[in-house]
């Protein structure tokens, strides 16, 4: 029963922690180009010139 007082302050201070990256990259524009990583997969961007 003393784990409990222990493990519940730890999992509600790492669930905080989480939840505040997460708003960290809702404002830092982590989220706001999601096509575009899905789009840049497709592109063949070879930059030196030579091909395979």
């Known amino acids: 029963m003393t784990?409990?007082?222990f493990l519940?302050?730890?999992a509600l201070l790492?669930?905080?922690a989480g939840l505040?990256?997460?708003f960290w990259a809702m404002r830092d524009g982590q989220f706001e180009d999601?096509?575009?990583a899905a789009n840049r997969i497709l592109i063949d961007e070879d930059d030196?010139?030579?091909m395979p």
Do not use: C, S, V, W
């Open 14 to 16: 790492m669930g905080a």
């Open 3 to 5: 784990q409990l007082t």
């Open 20 to 22: 505040a990256a997460f």
């Open 8 to 10: 519940i302050p730890i």
């Open 48 to 50: 030196d010139g030579n």
């Open 34 to 36: 999601l096509d575009g």
